[in-house]
């Protein structure tokens, strides 16, 4: 097919990126790609998902795979994957002389090597600007349960109305499962046999760069897994503090060791970002350079400067973040054709091991096992966001009474960059507003 009717059938399927930010899968289809790269780099500790799936359907994915690459019409199509899945990995070189132009790149056990600025690198050796789309560089990435979604929208015919989550640490069977959209937090963890502590936290998310949730909160297209902790862990109490504070503690106890920036992912591709400056800028209030306050919009929120570079648990990132939102807020935009440097030699020896994040964020314990369950979880009542995507959120075209069936079309892609989204569950519709559609069992 030719690329406008695939990105037709990715849109009305509602198919974004299922990994991150959610952006609108069928946007990143383009004959400027000339490269495609599938990430299985399982960006954050504890996540297992992408692995899994990638396994037991390696066939349908690098079917999916190959045909987006004949679509765009891409030179090569790379698989990059961590060389510790091993088993993923023995699935895929099952298939893998059955597709022309497709190989599989083996990637180090590093943090954050699911970021796809710095999974371009290591798989084809290009730098994205900073500030800039992979696409500039002639390459377009694709998550695993993204192309595995493209393939039901395709072969199936069947729209985006399901999420896999991986529930972990704090619960008596880690697992993952597959659940309806819209569904609750606590209906998630409920199928993990529930917690193991009192007072759990929900942590939405990888443990670097997630959120604290509720157990009302729905799963959207995005939610990825969910993480119990005690309300007194390392990882929670980082996150619930306040950045006045954060501020105060950075000007009295910064001692200037640089090592933020020294590891920091970005950085030592050649981006402008340096939380050190920008630590020591914000701490002293000196604005005599604004360089290190514009150039906060380079950051990519990794969480390796605050989670694990700094010896004094400051929290660069968090006020980066603040930075960032603050820019935005004012209506300045980032810099623009800002060039990357040459890559450090010193990255090499930079790379943040797993293992040891792990160990230094108190989640060792909780690397187990959490098989996965394709058997979709029963759910009485789901509350359906329009907006589960970057860009503008679908408008609904259901009213309340309406009698709805999975998979039929609930709101329509708004003009722009929007998807459609889909009913999760049959039944009635107890509730619209302009920004969830709720539907109940009958």
Sequence with gaps: MDIKELQNIIQENGVVGAGGAGFPTYMKLTDKANTILMNCAECEPLLKLHRQLLEKHAYEIMKTFHMVQETVGASEAIIGIKKSYVQTVNALKQHIEEFPGMRIHLLDEVYPMGDEVVLIYEATGRVVRPGGLPIEQGVAVFNVETLYNIYQA???????TAKYVSVVAEVNHPVTVKVPLGCTMDDVVAQAGGTTVKDPVYFIGGPMMGRIGKGSDP?????????????DHLIVQKKMRTSAIDLKRAASICCQCNTCTDLCPRNNLGHPIDPARFMRAASNQDFRDVNPYINASFCSSCGVC???????????????????GGLRKAGIRPPQGVQPVPVKESREYRK?????????????????????DETLVDIPKVKILLSQHIGAPAQAIVKVGDQVTRGQMIASPAQGLSVGIHATISGKVTEVTDRWIVVAKN
């Design 219 to 231: 799963v959207t297209k995005t939610t990825n897994a969910i993480l119990v902790l005690p309300k």
């Design 306 to 324: 605050e989670m694990y570079a700094c010896p004094q648990s400051l929290a660069p990132r968090t006020l980066l973040a603040d930075m960032k």
């Design 352 to 372: 943040v091991p797993e293992e040891r994040l792990m160990a230094r964020l108190g989640l060792t314990k909780y690397d187990k096992d959490a098989p996965m």
């Design 154 to 160: 395709v072969e199936k015919k069947e729209p985006v």
